[in-house]
């Protein structure tokens, strides 16, 4: 069945980088892009940003930009998501997402998801 | 701070209809299609309505959506005990280039 699967959780010190992955499979991994959505404990969705797997063309939230970095490997079939300087406040569960639609479709939306991966950030 | 402001809480019994609204402007809402996800506790948001009132394969008629001019709303008919869950909006923002989202409605039945 199409599902992406991401890596375990993680604990890293204030300062530190974290890189997530999120293995897709069940479809053509290049032929969808794959977004980041992160959420903190008790807070909403928070668009992070987006990468094309055949070209690894991305795009990022202002908020992140510098910060963020979005990566794959199609060998794999694998999106990876890596936040540096990490502060408190980028303690959240992080998950991406498929997007299906877009190009010559007027809509596109997030239709699978993965089943996040947290990140603690604590000295 | 979101960008699309969504009620924070919505509240019906079973079998009641219930409706929650979204609301943002014309460089997202306005100007493209408007989604809904839902997430039960402790799970992944799932796609719920796209496209402004589109619903996935297997998810129930009693979920649809409706978009006018810069708002949204998602309604819910035959309310059930298992539709309590957040649900989320969101939009692509041609002023941003980014997606938006609500801040999230968190429904309780009765």
């Known amino acids: 069945q199409v599902q992406l699967v991401q890596s375990g959780a993680e604990v890293k010190k204030p300062g530190a980088s974290v890189k997530v992955s999120c293995k897709a499979s069940?479809?053509?991994?290049?032929?969808?892009?794959i977004n980041w959505v992160r959420q903190a404990t008790g807070q909403g969705l928070e668009w992070m940003g987006w990468?094309?797997?055949?070209?690894?063309?991305?795009g990022y939230a202002q908020k992140f930009q510098g910060r963020v970095t979005m990566t794959r490997n199609t060998s794999i079939s694998t999106a990876y998501m890596e936040l540096s300087s990490l502060r408190s406040e980028d303690t959240a569960v992080y998950y991406c997402?498929?997007?299906?639609?877009?190009?010559?479709?007027?809509?596109?939306?997030?239709?699978?998801w993965g089943q996040g991966t947290m990140v603690t950030v604590s000295s | 701070q979101s960008v699309l402001t969504q009620p924070p809480s919505a509240s019906g019994t079973p079998g009641q209809r219930v409706t929650i609204s979204c609301s943002g402007s014309s460089s997202n809402i306005g100007s493209n299609t408007v989604n809904w996800y839902q997430q039960l506790p402790g799970t992944a948001p799932k796609l719920l309505i796209y496209?402004?009132?589109q619903r996935p394969s297997g998810v129930p008629d009693r979920f649809s959506g409706s978009k006018s001019g810069t708002s949204a709303s998602l309604a819910i008919s035959g309310l059930q005990s298992e539709d309590e869950a957040d649900y989320y909006c969101a939009a692509w923002d041609d002023s941003l280039n980014e997606w938006v989202f609500g801040g999230g409605t968190k429904l309780t039945v009765l």
């Open positions: 496209s402004n009132n």
């Open positions: 997402a498929r997007e299906d639609g877009g190009g010559s479709q007027p809509w596109d939306a997030f239709d699978i």
């Open positions: 069940g479809y053509t991994f290049t032929s969808y892009d």
């Open positions: 990468m094309n797997p055949n070209s690894g063309n991305t």
